[in-house]
């Protein structure tokens, strides 16, 4: 809510984490958007997520606004 995400907003995120991931991005009215695991790590994969925001800027419903990644196992994702 503070970065004024709301309806006609992408926020991607793992599929591979607790629902509310999710949820949180579902109550500002975003949609999310699952980006797959690194199988490596189990973290968000960052080929993947170029992939998906390419997709979602290329069908033009949505914005690309944010990303949730999601610290697993101690492991955290390759913010790079």
Not at 20 to 48: H, K, M, Y
Not at 54 to 80: M, Q, T, Y
């Amino acid at each position: 809510m503070a970065y004024d995400v709301g309806p006609s907003d992408a926020v991607f995120t793992t599929p591979f984490t607790f629902f509310a991931t999710a949820e949180v991005i579902a109550l500002t009215g975003a949609t999310p958007v699952s980006v797959d695991i690194d199988e490596r790590i189990f973290n968000i994969d960052p080929q993947e997520l170029v992939k998906q925001v390419k997709r979602v800027i290329a069908e033009g419903e949505l914005e690309p606004k944010g990303i949730i990644p999601v610290n697993l196992f101690g492991l955290s994702p390759d913010f790079d």
